[in-house]
């Protein structure tokens, strides 16, 4: 029983040294930020990786989201002759949850674990190591870059998701089962408050990019320096990030719902 | 790793997309018509019902909106609700004898105030009252006053139904 | 100029999981010699490297590198010391997204400030020295590990520093990669007037070109010296590990239950 309460109370204060160690790593990453003229070509670069790099994948799922949701909306709607409302009903889907919800586990899934992988091998391999012996600081060199990318990313791919995933929802709908593509975009415009919902979800995107990066940029650094390491720090990694979000996302949809 | 300069081009093209996006988004998914907010004056006018009238309802007038309500609270004194609506500067030629009532957009919609013009030669303007008002119509209380209704004309007509056979009645009886 | 670069005195480290690796151990670097510390594995002689550029701290005692107190430095000031230091660890440590050339002139172009073809003229010297002038264009992943091991060499006197330290240079190269690398180290070391430090398990090759070596064993120094005196050295320690015999004091036999137990009682879990 006792060797119970030892191990419970160990690997607690284990996992909160842990959380403390990531957290001081956000605050020297946001903290001592690049050197804009020297980094700023660095985080262009991560901007580039973990941003256009996902952009196939983010576009791809988008449209397909999209007109399932015409497809699945039209037909529920039909039955209460209120198929004039899938405007809306996407609309507002999309931008306020699907929109900023699935691009974050999306984004976590492809850059996310790209990140922790790179970091983690970096650091196997003692580049990082290196790094700090020639006197340059890898994390403002390599992490800060990196978790900046993010930041921008996230927003960005959320704004394109969106309007890719009411485009998708507009070829299904308006093209394919033939609600009449005025009624669509008016109702959508009536129903749908740039400032509530769009806003709003992009504000979503923005916090869930800092969770989701910083999750990555944490599990990269504190691998364990071996292939298995590096190997469960990067499923770690997605699998920490998407939980987050989801958890994020209600918090702030009840947040958001009740005006603040 | 692409040359510095591609990774700027593309990464200034994926930048350039995301603008567009939300460029889409703002003015065709939400219809966002301006950007700043419309300079507006303010207008009080009392109710002794708002139904379901909500802040940011919609000012109408004729169908056309021209504001929307900014505030609502209850006076103290007369426990009437106080209604502060926000009309757009543009519109500022409403006489100030109009009057205003809150409707339903469709039959269960939401509620909205539409100002109906009347005559005067001077005009609303910051601070004014709308002193002829109409409240809403609460649903539950119409669909009382109707069962009332209904209920009374029925003891009427059941009198008069029962005189009727009894006559109907007798007639048959007397054949 | 101090004759001892670097001076550690009565240093003792516990790593994060509770293993001391040092206790109370003393020793001297002097400047412009080869100075090779050995030891069984495990014993934290990757981790003395780490202590001494400061990566680490240790728990008591004090290290002293070029007159200063490598721990007492602020940041910046650790920073400014480490550029007058290089270290070429096990694995290179090469950037992996970089070509040969971008990574030999890695430091030069984070710390100074000259032109490119200044910059062009130190890198292809840099590798001129390890003989790897010819492979400027290359990736990382293009180079056999000897090469790359060369190559992080150039990349760590890119700025010519005063102390140079090697991590397990030797470890997994083929005879000619190791007679290569053992000319260099010792050419270096007398061409550029460095100070270097050698960290090995490699008896023969180390014992070649040092001019003092240092035996470290379970948290402290078993025994220093020329290689020759170490090798005449009668102490049972020092006669095992320098030659290689399998039982002494270090045992053949992780610590078990005794044979009866294990064999005659059945199942080796009773």
Known sequence: MMNQLVWLGQSGIENLRQLGKTGLLLFHVVFSPPHWRKNFPLVVQQVYAEGVLSLLIIIVSSLFIGMVLALQGYHTLAKFGASQQLGPLVALSVARELGPVVTAILFAGRAGSAVTAEIGLMKATEQLSSMEMMAVDPLRRVISPRFWGGFISMPLLTMIFNMTAIYGAYLVGVKWLGVDGGVFWSNMQSSVEFHADIVNGILKSMVFGVAVIWIAVAQGYFAVPTAAGIASATTRSVVYASLTVLGLDFVLTAMMIGEW | ?175 | ?270
């Open chain 2, 1 to 175: 790793m692409l040359p510095q300069r591609y990774i700027e081009t593309l990464v200034g093209l994926f930048l350039l997309f995301a603008i567009l996006a939300l460029t889409v988004l703002a003015f065709k998914v939400s219809g966002l018509t301006n950007l700043f907010p419309a300079k507006t004056y303010l207008v009080t006018a009392e109710f002794d019902e708002i139904g379901g009238l909500k802040v940011r309802s919609a000012v109408k007038i004729g169908g056309v909106q021209v504001g929307e309500v900014s505030k609502i609270a209850l006076d103290p004194v007369t426990y009437r609700a106080v209604v502060t609506l926000a009309i757009d500067d543009r519109y500022n030629d409403i006489p100030d004898d109009s009057s205003a009532g809150i409707f339903t957009s469709g039959l269960l919609g939401d509620n909205y105030i539409a100002i109906t013009p009347m005559y005067n030669k001077t005009f609303l303007k910051n601070g004014s009252q709308i002193e002829m008002t109409r409240s809403a119509m609460v649903l539950e209380k119409l669909i009382g006053q109707f069962l009332y209704k209904i209920g009374n004309s029925g003891n009427d007509s059941n009198a008069n139904s029962n005189a009727n056979s009894n006559e109907k009645g007798d007639k048959h009886a007397n054949q």
């Open chain 3, 1 to 270: 100029m101090p004759e001892n670069l670097v001076e550690i005195s009565k240093m003792s480290f516990v790593h994060e999981n509770g293993r001391i690796v040092f206790q109370d151990v003393d020793m001297v670097i002097p400047r412009g010699k080869i100075t090779a510390i050995m030891g069984p594995s495990g014993t934290g002689k990757t981790t003395l490297l780490r202590l001494i550029g400061g990566q680490l701290t240790p728990n008591a005692g004090q290290i002293k590198v070029a007159g200063q107190y490598i721990h007492q430095l602020s940041r910046k000031e650790l920073y400014q010391a480490r550029k007058r230091m290089g270290m070429l660890f096990q694995s290179g440590g090469l950037f992996t997204h970089l070509n040969v050339f971008e990574n030999v002139a890695f430091a030069l172009r984070e710390h100074t400030r000259l032109s490119e073809s200044m910059i062009r003229t130190l890198v292809l010297m840099k590798l001129q020295m390890v003989g790897l002038r010819g492979t400027w264009s290359l990736m990382p992943s293009e180079l056999s590990g000897g090469m790359a091991r060369r190559v992080a060499l150039a990349r760590a006197i890119a700025l010519d520093p005063e102390l140079i330290m090697y991590d397990e240079p030797f470890t997994g190269q083929d005879p000619i990669s190791m007679g290569v690398l053992v000319k260099l180290i010792r050419t270096l070391n007398d061409a550029l007037g460095l100070t270097s430090v050698i960290v090995s398990h490699d008896v023969g090759e180390t014992m070649s070109i040092a001019d003092y070596v240092y035996v470290i064993s379970d948290r402290h120094v078993i025994g220093q010296g020329s290689p020759g005196s170490i090798i005449s050295n009668t102490s049972g320690e020092l006669q095992q590990f320098i030659k290689g015999l399998p039982d002494g004091p270090v045992p053949f036999d992780y610590p078990a239950v005794s044979i009866e137990q294990d064999f005659l009682q059945g199942s080796a879990a009773s």
